[in-house]
């Protein structure tokens, strides 16, 4: 090979590794352009219990268990601060539920608040005390609900189908149940004629109930008494002397309407003087000892509050996404509870029931 060629040859072959070396740089260059570390957007989102510190806690870990399952992940994407009523100091997103909305700062103060500091995405309101404090404070920002019932009697819908406005949720339905467990206090306690209605006076929805369970009382054979309490009956002292009253009066077991209020009270007063119901919620039995509930499942709640979160973050509007109802219905029964007051469950209740417990 001629110098020439030899020459030539060279600078064919450095053109090419030349070439190559530099595709090669520029490859690696965009490849490390593409990987640079993107800052991630993080969605404030503020859940309000209005429930115990321990239930607001249990709550806010399934939610984050929700969330994380959609790729929203606490500390990363997402900022979920919690408020329940049971607890002080300033809201947490590290954990900790935070301050109590008591009667000197309603819900809806809380959340005015809120959104006067550092406006969330998203309101989540666990109990319809606080969907009532947001719909008395929030009028653009999107509200998911749940441990609702009749959210169109309240307003806080136009229907299920088709919320409208900035509210959606989950309906408990277990207004709808009252009657029903009317029917089955009256199977359990077959020679019960006497049965007490405890509900609160001014609440609209309980005087309700009240009237159809009197309608259905009578058609049993069975005389229905109704109790209004005002809030401040429902004390814990007025409201022992209330079950006093009662058992006076000869009334054979009581009922309530789709509420909870002073519930581990109540449950300690039916124990106290051997007064049967049968509770609207299964915590009644499950956390606080109670005879038996009849109520919806609430399993799909928390997960479907966080779905329906991501849904909107993503754009979907909460107008248009129907407020669910349970399907699936829970019959919970106590023996420990049934024996301490004497009473027998019929075969017909146990092998109905969901679940049977010794608490």
């Known amino acids: 090979m001629s110098i020439a060629s030899s020459r ?37 989102i503020v859940h309000v219990c209005d429930c115990p510190t321990p239930m607001a806690r249990e709550e806010r870990a399934a939610l984050l268990l929700a969330f994380a399952k959609h790729g929203y992940v606490q500390g990363r994407n997402l900022d979920l601060v919690t ?30 608040a809120q959104m ?89 929805h309980h005087r309700k109930q009240a009237a159809e369970v009197r309608q259905v009382g009578q058609g049993r054979g069975l005389q229905v008494i109704d109790h209004a309490l005002s809030g401040d009956d429902w004390a814990g002292d007025r409201l022992d002397d209330r079950f006093a009253r009662m058992r006076k009066d ?10 909870n ?42 997960p479907g509050a966080a779905s329906y979160a991501v849904r909107i973050l993503n754009g979907e509007r909460p107008g248009t996404l129907p407020v669910q109802e349970p399907a699936q219905y829970e019959l919970v029964l106590n023996s420990r509870a049934a024996r301490a007051m004497g009473v027998s469950f019929p075969q017909t209740l146990m092998i109905r029931a969901t679940e049977m417990i010794e608490k």
């Open 116 to 204: 006067a500091q550092n406006p969330p995405q998203i309101i989540l309101a666990s109990g319809i005390r606080v969907a009532q404090g947001a719909q008395q404070s929030i009028r653009s920002t999107p509200v998911i609900f749940w441990r609702v019932t009749d959210p169109v009697g309240f307003g806080f819908v136009e229907s299920l189908a088709k919320p409208g406005g900035n509210f959606t949720g989950f309906s408990r339905a277990i207004d709808k149940l009252t009657v029903k467990r009317l029917e089955l206090l009256h199977e359990m306690l077959p020679q019960a004629r006497r049965i007490a209605f405890l509900f609160v006076s001014g609440n609209e």
């Open 8 to 44: 030539g040859f060279f600078l064919r072959s450095f053109q090419i590794v030349a070439a190559t070396c530099g595709a090669v740089f520029v490859g690696t260059t965009a490849a490390g352009a593409s990987s640079a570390p993107t800052v991630a957007r993080v969605h404030r």
């Open 250 to 259: 000869g009334v054979d077991a009581f009922l309530l309407p789709d509420t």
């Open 83 to 112: 408020y329940d009523v049971g607890s002080d100091g300033a809201g947490q997103s590290s954990g900790t539920p935070g301050k109590q909305p008591s009667a000197d700062l309603p819900y809806s103060a809380l959340l005015s």
């Open 261 to 302: 209020i002073q519930g581990a009270v109540v449950v300690a007063l039916a124990a106290k003087y051997r007064m049967p119901t049968i509770h609207s919620l299964a915590n009644s039995v499950t956390e606080w000892g109670g005879l038996a509930a009849y109520t919806t499942s609430a399993k799909e709640e928390l």
